[in-house]
């Protein structure tokens, strides 16, 4: 079936460290990749997509390139700051018979310390 | 502009009663899903609608669980008889369009605990 796997957290950085979130996938088709970020106290947003191979999503200093010959969409950013600690999950959708629905990771939370 | 509404934030409740939980959807997005967010269970798919119709329902856990949508707009989650494994938060999105391409917007979910 289709799944989302993602490194397990909480992952800790010191300020304008180097942030790595694996995340590889399984899937049918061809689907779209996402990135969603859940704040302290806050609802699900939508950090960055992609939707087909090799496109590079970017938002806020974040990256992820949808290597499809890995079949993996890891987030990336050069210099984190407090500000970015949070749950990450790694989402697909647009499988081949799974409509639009998104299949997550398990989310990874982020500690990002002074 | 607004965002996606969920409500009640937090619900309570003994086992065995039913709830229902209420989402409205940002103006004109046509698609409005449900998921469930539980520590063992991580982010799950419950139920999916275009329009009105459910085209997916392969999430919804029991004949427990029913949803439905009305005039394209607002949805309602009901649980009959909650047990204390459906203690979850809650979570609605909508989409403008149905591609998997498209964006969801989530809601900021509701919070169910059954006791």
């Known amino acids: 079936g289709n799944s989302v796997t993602q490194m397990e957290g909480p992952v800790t950085l010191s300020e304008e460290a180097f942030l790595t979130i694996n995340c590889t996938y399984t899937a049918t088709g061809y689907p779209s990749l996402f990135w969603y970020v859940q704040y302290p106290g806050e609802g699900l947003q939508l950090l960055l997509k992609a939707t087909k191979a090799d496109d590079k999503g970017s938002n806020k200093g974040f990256e992820a390139t949808y290597r499809k010959e890995t079949t993996s969409f890891h987030l990336e950013k050069g210099s984190v700051q407090v500000s970015d600690s949070a749950v990450y999950f790694c989402a697909l959708s647009g499988v081949t018979g799974g409509g639009n629905k998104l299949t997550f990771g398990t989310g990874t939370q982020l500690k990002v310390e002074l | 502009g607004a965002g996606v509404s969920q409500s009640p934030s937090n619900k309570v409740t003994e086992k065995g009663k039913d709830v229902e939980l209420r989402c409205d959807p940002i103006?004109?997005?046509?698609?409005l899903y449900w998921y469930r967010q539980s520590l063992g269970q991580g982010l799950e798919f419950l139920i999916y609608f275009q329009g009105n119709s459910a085209p997916d329902k392969s999430g919804l856990p029991s004949d427990r669980f029913s949803a439905e949508r009305t005039g394209g707009s607002v949805s309602t989650l009901t649980i009959q008889r909650t047990q204390q494994e459906d203690s979850a938060v809650y979570l609605c999105?909508?989409?403008?369009?149905?591609?998997?391409?498209?964006?969801?917007?989530f809601g900021p979910g509701t919070r169910l605990t059954v006791l």
């Open positions: 103006s004109g997005h046509t698609a």
């Open positions: 999105a909508s989409s403008f369009w149905t591609s998997g391409t498209d964006t969801q917007y």
